[in-house]
């Protein structure tokens, strides 16, 4: 096969990102291996090569060096998960920036990619398929009798299967959000409900399975483990070669793949090349290799798909055509020339500067050549006397990080955003931060804006007094679209402010999508998701769920903008049926109700008890970066209704429902109530601990910046 050429020569590709653990990063790096070894010269060391082909884009970004940058051959990402998640990582998005060419191997990621901006150089290079180790062999089928005999897997009982990991990493107490281990378990308990003519059995596989484990045989449903027990970490230990899963999948009568993101996952391959019928959420590439049939938004219609296969064998009378759909999608043949496309443009890009070169808005803080009047420049003056002679931190240790957070602070009852501004400021302290608040008096290690409500007049200043401090910019909005105004009266002011700081952290995927749509280019960002303060907002003395009551529904509210839903609750107050409802809102609201209990604004603590008295939370704020009052709701265990826009449905997964319609939420209301702990159980979200842990990642990489070493 002819090879790409460059500077007369093969081209030269380095694939990085395997772990030498066996595991799927490893499949990843070989297969990449294999398939531009067609085209290319495929070398050993990064000094050798063109171009770096980076199958774990997570591991290149936090070894990358962007000082050094220069020195470096090019570099290529290949998306083996979902790039909106990637972006949480500080690095990612300047490592994109100036990355050659990015590769998504599948329709969402490549939607994904185009979405924040990179629609220049983002290709879809399907998902490898891969079938070593899978084939059938004439001895199967007594390996499959003798694993089933010691697995005591009665002849007759229906086998699902799940082969993910489901921990989180080597804390085996807690569940890995993305793989969907309490979805899963949601899924089987409902639908072992309702089968009640066949054995259910649960086939479980691979390492760091203990959460599944522990949760199903406490739920009562009988499962099996292959591999070996161990109490702590199984990591590597149970991970399975290929020969192993293939006989472990032809014991199975369905696979669930559950995850709440993914790049694949490869059970989707797995499952066809065994001849297993699988059933999936709508991540990776499950929309494009699998029936729309066999896909799930929640969990009843999952369990609904359970049943309707163990009954009437529903998704394996879908093999073929899931077979068929994925040989279309991903082959040898079709990844190669895709490939082979990439990188001829690759080669002819190479040595030209890959920067990103859209059309940025003009924004300034500042009018060009203004003066500074004697007033402006005795203030000034005054301040930095204060600065001199201020004695700050006696008791400050030497390594102790000093911390100023900028936001107009408030007593609650406010918004959002000082709600969050109030819980970062609690949590940081207690990792031992000193926090200030508005100080520009006192040198700190970092200063963490809140867009711009805070004097923002002082940027200028600040900068040229605090060098060597870390200016992180914490964004929502865009302002201008929940506002209903023109970018130049909020937007371009919060640019204009971005313009001093070293990195950018929003709070959603569409708040980033939304800025960049405008124009804006923001200063290195990525995204750190919200949380709330779990003193407050948890499960502790919920009211439990009963259907021997009213069903409560509540909304709270700090905010009276029409865009946070008015109309939406007026029209609820006319059309529900009260007879077996009762709804609170909390809050402020420009409408009188006939039927909905108003109240007034209150502190947090009260909020926590009105929504630990509620079952359901009705959100119907539009245009929403990262709502904390849905956040705050999540956490005192309500699934959530809420109209499908802005970020919201990041926020809530598969702990509620969205609406496009109004008329969608009585139906919506009474699903909920008939499956309410199945809702419940699938409720997650990040802690205040996770939060601070991204922030603290987030200045150690400005202090990089900083400091010049990147």
Same mark, same amino acid.
């Given at each position: 096969?002819?090879?790409?050429?460059?500077?007369?020569?093969?081209?030269?590709?380095?694939?990085?990102?395997?772990?030498?653990?066996?595991?799927?990063?490893?499949?990843?790096?070989?297969?990449?291996?294999?398939?531009? %070894?067609?085209?290319?010269?495929?070398?050993?060391?990064?000094?050798?090569?063109?171009?770096?082909?980076?199958?774990?884009?997570?591991?290149?970004?936090?070894?990358?060096?962007?000082?050094?940058?220069?020195?470096?051959?090019?570099?290529?990402?290949?998306?083996?998960?979902?790039?909106?998640?990637?972006?949480?990582?500080?690095?990612?998005?300047?490592?994109?920036?100036?990355?050659?060419?990015?590769?998504?191997?599948?329709?969402?990621?490549?939607?994904?990619?185009?979405?924040?901006?990179?629609?220049?150089?983002?290709?879809?290079?399907? /998902?490898?398929?891969?079938?070593?180790?899978?084939?059938?062999?004439?001895?199967?089928?007594?390996?499959?009798?003798?694993?089933?005999?010691?697995?005591?897997?009665?002849?007759?009982?229906?086998?699902?299967?799940?082969?993910?990991?489901?921990?989180?990493?080597?804390?085996?107490?807690?569940?890995?959000?993305?793989?969907?281990?309490?979805?899963?378990?949601?899924?089987?308990?409902?639908?072992?409900?309702?089968?009640?003519?066949?054995?259910?059995?649960?086939?479980?596989?691979?390492?760091?399975?203990?959460?599944?484990?522990?949760?199903?045989?406490?739920?009562?449903?009988?499962?099996?483990?292959?591999?070996?027990?161990?109490?702590?970490?199984?990591?590597?230990?149970?991970?399975?070669?290929?020969?192993?899963?293939?006989?472990?999948?032809?014991?199975?009568?369905?696979? *669930?793949?559950?995850?709440?993101?993914?790049?694949?996952?490869?059970?989707?391959?797995?499952?066809?090349?065994?001849?297993?019928?699988?059933?999936?959420?709508?991540?990776?590439?499950?929309?494009?290799?699998?029936?729309?049939?066999?896909?799930?938004?929640?969990?009843?219609?999952?369990?609904?798909?359970?049943?309707?296969?163990?009954?009437?064998?529903?998704?394996?009378?879908?093999?073929?055509?899931?077979?068929?759909?994925?040989?279309?999608?991903?082959?040898?043949?079709?990844?190669?020339?895709?490939?082979?496309?990439?990188?001829?443009?690759?080669?002819?890009?190479?040595?030209?500067?890959?920067?990103?070169?859209?059309?940025?808005?003009?924004?300034?803080?500042?009018?060009?050549?203004?003066?500074?009047? *004697?007033?402006?420049?005795?203030?000034?003056?005054?301040?930095?006397?204060?600065?001199?002679?201020?004695?700050?931190?006696?008791?400050?240790?030497?390594?102790?990080?000093?911390?100023?957070?900028?936001? !107009?602070?408030?007593?609650?009852?406010?918004?959002?955003? !000082?709600?969050?501004?109030?819980?970062? #400021?609690?949590?940081?302290?207690?990792?031992?931060?000193?926090?200030?608040?508005?100080?520009?008096?006192?040198?700190?290690?970092?200063?963490?804006?809140?867009?711009?409500?805070? @004097?923002?007049?002082?940027?200028?200043?600040?900068?040229?007094?605090?060098?060597?401090?870390?200016?992180?910019?914490?964004?929502?909005?865009?302002?201008?679209?929940?506002?209903?105004?023109?970018?130049?009266?909020?937007?371009?002011?919060?640019?204009?402010?971005?313009?001093?700081?070293?990195?950018?952290?929003?709070?959603?995927?569409?708040?980033?999508?939304?800025?960049?749509?405008?124009?804006?280019?923001?200063?290195?960002?990525?995204?750190?998701?919200?949380?709330?303060?779990?003193?407050?907002?948890?499960?502790?003395?919920?009211?439990?769920?009963?259907?021997?009551?009213?069903?409560?529904?509540?909304?709270?509210?700090?905010?009276?903008?029409?865009?946070?839903?008015?109309?939406? /609750?007026?029209?609820?107050?006319?059309?529900?049926?009260? %007879?077996?409802?009762?709804?609170?809102?909390?809050?402020?609201? @420009?409408?009188?109700?006939?039927?909905?209990?108003?109240?007034?604004?209150?502190?947090?603590?009260?909020?926590?008890?009105?929504?630990?008295?509620?079952?359901?939370?009705?959100?119907?704020?539009?245009?929403? +970066?990262?709502? !904390?009052?849905?956040?705050?709701?999540?956490?005192?265990?309500?699934?959530?209704?809420?109209? @499908? +826009?802005?970020?919201?449905?990041?926020?809530?997964?598969?702990?509620?429902?969205?609406?496009?319609?109004?008329?969608?939420?009585?139906?919506?209301? #009474?699903?909920?109530?008939?499956?309410?702990?199945?809702?419940?159980?699938?409720?997650?979200?990040?802690?205040?601990?996770?939060?601070?842990?991204?922030?603290? #990642?987030?200045?150690?990489?400005?202090?990089?910046?900083?400091?010049?070493?990147?």
């Amino acid at each position: 096969m002819k090879k790409i050429h460059y500077s007369g020569r093969a081209l030269r590709v380095c694939v990085v990102g395997s772990d030498d653990h066996g595991w799927a990063l490893d499949t990843e790096a070989r297969l990449a291996k294999e398939n531009l %070894s067609k085209i290319c010269e495929v070398v050993e060391y990064e000094s050798e090569a063109d171009v770096i082909h980076s199958v774990w884009p997570d591991n290149t970004a936090m070894r990358w060096d962007e000082k050094a940058d220069e020195n470096l051959p090019a570099i290529v990402l290949s998306f083996s998960n979902a790039p909106s998640r990637m972006l949480e990582l500080p690095k990612m998005y300047p490592l994109m920036q100036k990355s050659v060419a990015l590769i998504a191997q599948g329709n969402q990621a490549l939607n994904e990619l185009r979405s924040i901006g990179f629609d220049d150089k983002s290709f879809l290079a399907p /998902y490898p398929y891969d079938s070593k180790g899978y084939e059938i062999k004439d001895n199967d089928d007594l390996k499959l009798s003798e694993i089933r005999s010691e697995l005591n897997i009665p002849a007759g009982a229906y086998v699902i299967g799940n082969f993910f990991r489901d921990s989180l990493g080597a804390d085996t107490r807690h569940t890995k959000p993305q793989k969907g281990a309490d979805i899963f378990l949601a899924i089987i308990k409902e639908a072992s409900s309702l089968i009640k003519d066949r054995e259910i059995i649960v086939l479980l596989a691979g390492p760091r399975r203990h959460w599944l484990r522990r949760e199903l045989k406490a739920a009562g449903v009988p499962f099996r483990f292959y591999g070996k027990l161990i109490e702590g970490d199984d990591y590597p230990v149970n991970i399975l070669p290929s020969k192993t899963l293939k006989l472990l999948y032809r014991l199975c009568d369905l696979q *669930v793949a559950p995850s709440r993101w993914e790049g694949a996952p490869r059970a989707l391959m797995e499952c066809s090349l065994t001849g297993v019928p699988i059933i999936s959420t709508r991540v990776g590439i499950a929309e494009d290799v699998l029936p729309k049939q066999l896909l799930f938004d929640d969990v009843s219609s999952g369990s609904r798909l359970i049943v309707k296969d163990a009954q009437q064998g529903f998704a394996r009378s879908r093999l073929t055509e899931s077979k068929d759909k994925l040989e279309h999608f991903s082959s040898e043949r079709i990844c190669v020339a895709a490939l082979r496309r990439i990188y001829t443009r690759v080669a002819g890009k190479l040595g030209n500067n890959p920067d990103d070169n859209r059309p940025e808005r003009h924004v300034v803080l500042y009018p060009e050549n203004r003066r500074i009047s *004697v007033t402006g420049a005795t203030r000034r003056i005054f301040r930095f006397a204060r600065r001199m002679l201020y004695r700050p931190f006696k008791n400050k240790q030497s390594n102790q990080m000093v911390v100023t957070l900028w936001n !107009n602070f408030q007593p609650p009852p406010y918004g959002g955003a !000082n709600q969050f501004f109030l819980a970062l #400021e609690k949590w940081l302290g207690r990792r031992g931060v000193i926090t200030l608040r508005n100080d520009w008096k006192r040198k700190s290690d970092a200063h963490i804006f809140n867009s711009i409500w805070f @004097d923002y007049n002082l940027m200028d200043e600040l900068k040229r007094q605090f060098p060597e401090s870390v200016f992180a910019h914490r964004i929502d909005g865009p302002i201008s679209r929940y506002r209903d105004t023109e970018p130049e009266l909020n937007d371009d002011i919060v640019f204009a402010v971005n313009k001093y700081m070293d990195v950018t952290l929003f709070q959603s995927l569409y708040s980033m999508r939304g800025c960049l749509d405008i124009g804006y280019k923001p200063a290195r960002p990525n995204i750190i998701r919200n949380s709330v303060d779990a003193d407050t907002f948890n499960m502790e003395g919920k009211s439990p769920f009963s259907h021997n009551r009213k069903l409560r529904l509540i909304t709270t509210a700090w905010s009276a903008n029409v865009k946070k839903g008015r109309d939406i /609750y007026v029209w609820l107050d006319k059309n529900l049926d009260f %007879s077996n409802i009762e709804y609170t809102f909390v809050g402020n609201c @420009d409408a009188e109700f006939k039927n909905i209990n108003k109240l007034p604004p209150v502190p947090s603590e009260e909020v926590a008890q009105h929504l630990k008295y509620a079952d359901i939370y009705i959100f119907a704020s539009v245009l929403e +970066s990262a709502s !904390n009052a849905v956040l705050e709701a999540l956490a005192c265990g309500l699934p959530v209704i809420y109209v @499908d +826009s802005g970020g919201t449905r990041e926020i809530v997964g598969m702990g509620g429902l969205g609406w496009a319609d109004q008329t969608q939420i009585p139906e919506m209301i #009474e699903l909920i109530r008939n499956k309410y702990y199945s809702f419940q159980q699938c409720i997650a979200f990040p802690t205040m601990d996770d939060i601070v842990d991204k922030y603290m #990642e987030a200045i150690e990489y400005g202090k990089q910046i900083v400091l010049g070493n990147l």
